[in-house]
């Protein structure tokens, strides 16, 4: 059984930063295609940043220069370092992982962007 648990959210002030985290349980990480998602209330959820197994990136125009995905391949997690920070990124951020045959999704983290 493969589990995504995302964490690292949380209320910072516009300007700040944050790291968020989605380890995964399973034996999928390595040939996994990895990413980010964001859903804001009455909004459709959009893709924030990915990252294929062999470590290729690709990111929102909305976030260009300010987030960077990574994974540590050894401790199964990845991550989404996220600067600048600002209003409109506040949302409910999901870990996703796909491989050739499934796709998984984590349970969310709230990140709060608010003076």
């Known amino acids: 059984q493969v589990q995504l648990v995302d964490s690292g959210g949380g209320l910072v002030q516009p300007g700040g930063s944050l790291r968020l985290s989605c380890a995964a349980s399973?034996?999928?990480?390595?040939?996994?295609?990895m990413a980010w998602y964001r859903q804001a209330p009455r909004n459709q959820r959009e893709l924030v940043a990915r990252?294929?197994?062999?470590?290729?990136?690709n990111y929102a125009d909305s976030v260009k220069g300010r987030f960077t995905i990574s994974r540590d391949n050894a401790k199964n997690t990845v991550y989404l370092q996220m600067n600048s920070l600002k209003p409109m990124d506040t949302a409910v951020y999901l870990c996703?992982?796909?491989?050739?045959?499934?796709?998984?999704w984590g349970q969310g983290t709230q990140v709060t962007v608010s003076s």
């Open positions: 996703y992982a796909q491989t050739i045959n499934d796709d998984y």
């Open positions: 399973g034996n999928i990480f390595r040939r996994a295609a």
């Open positions: 990252i294929s197994s062999g470590g290729w990136t």
